[in-house]
């Protein structure tokens, strides 16, 4: 047997024991049904999905990519394009208004509400209950989403590579997602007090210092754990979806990496209040990608850095149902055709209909291509057609 066909095989075992573990363990949660109200482009409309797998066809522009966002809202309580929540009200209306209802193999329901007026506090509830804080919410319906706009994961700057990781584990480690908005506060108020027309006091800078110290060291730590782990999963996807063409690296760099934390602040402090800000501390860190050992955003061709984002996806999906509340995340792939050859699309679509994935939500310009692709795989499925913000569920599949 050759090298590839072992690693074929290697791959499915770990996957068929992984699936065992998720049917002791895991909590399998779909979102059957969603009402969207002034959301981006889509004035009203009222969906019910299949369990499985969920097409939605149409022109670009038309919303496709409007509606997985609202799925994306649902679960972190905030737009996955716009920073700004006002941004996601359709233009000439003063609301917007979401509602999921989400079902569990055990058979519990989640009926998940937000709802936001201009220039007013926006409203999340969990079964008709308001939240306290929203990161309270973080964590309950884990979702992963693959779009276009992840190629800055690559190409961008550190804090994408940031958000990416805290993403993950914020959802399923509320401790770290604490530590995370203090170490972020800290540094806020260091950074406001560096900038400061007067000397800085000394006192104050060094509250703030240990405070980021404090937090900042638990995050290094969790960071470090989660791309330990993260890594025999990223590689495996790859090889696969790749079908063992090439050799890719993930490594995580931290400036703690140096030393003790708290002493690298004090040590920078003169070199900081010259400049203006912070310029240690885990904001500061970064992941290594690389291709054959060399930087990826420099070597990979297009369709080696989308499949390169895809398997980062798919690894954060499989981490995601092995930890926290051990719930399958849902997956919503937005265009993710684009740039690759019909070998690799083939090879992650049956990968995401198979049974160790759960809901997963696909968009896409062209059905055919679509319906060829999902009729080799046997999977059921629904399929959705949108055209200016408007949607109808057309004729699916193996229902």
Known sequence: MCIKEICKHVFFINLALLLLLQLKYGLFMWLERISVLNYKNIEQVDLDFSPKVNCIIGKNGMGKTNLLDAVYYLSFC???????????????????????????????????????????????????????????????????????????????????????????????????????????????????????????????????????????????????????????????????????????????????????????????????SYLGYSTVGVHKDDLVMQLGGYPLKREGSQGQSKTYLIALKLSQFEFLKRTGSRTTPIVLLDDIFDKLDVSRVEQIVKLVAGNSFGQIFITDTNREHLDKILSTVGSSYKLFEVENGNMAERSGGNE
């Open 78 to 272: 905030k737009s996955a394009m716009n920073s700004a929540d006002m941004q996601s009200i359709m233009h000439g209306k003063d609301f917007f208004v979401l509602q999921g209802l989400y079902r569990t193999d055990d058979g519990g329901q989640e009926d998940i509400y937000c709802g936001l007026k201009r220039k007013q506090k926006k409203h999340f509830k969990r079964n008709k209950k308001e939240y306290m804080r929203l990161s309270e919410h973080i964590g309950l319906i884990p979702l992963i989403m693959v779009s276009p706009s992840d190629s800055e994961l690559i190409i961008g700057g550190s804090e994408g590579r940031r958000r990416f990781i805290d993403v993950v584990i914020s959802q399923f480690d509320r401790i770290y997602l604490d530590h995370l908005i203090r170490y972020n506060k800290a540094l806020l108020q260091r950074n406001v007090l560096l900038r400061s027309k007067v000397a800085p006091d000394e006192e104050m800078l060094t509250i703030w210092e240990e405070m980021m110290a404090k937090s900042g060291e638990h995050v290094y730590q969790k960071r470090k754990d989660f791309i330990n782990e993260f890594i025999p999963f990223f590689q495996s996807y790859y090889s696969y979806i790749s079908q063992d063409k090439e050799k890719v690296s993930l490594a995580y760099k931290s400036q703690v990496d140096q030393g003790d934390l708290l002493q690298l602040l004090k040590a920078s402090r003169l070199q900081d």
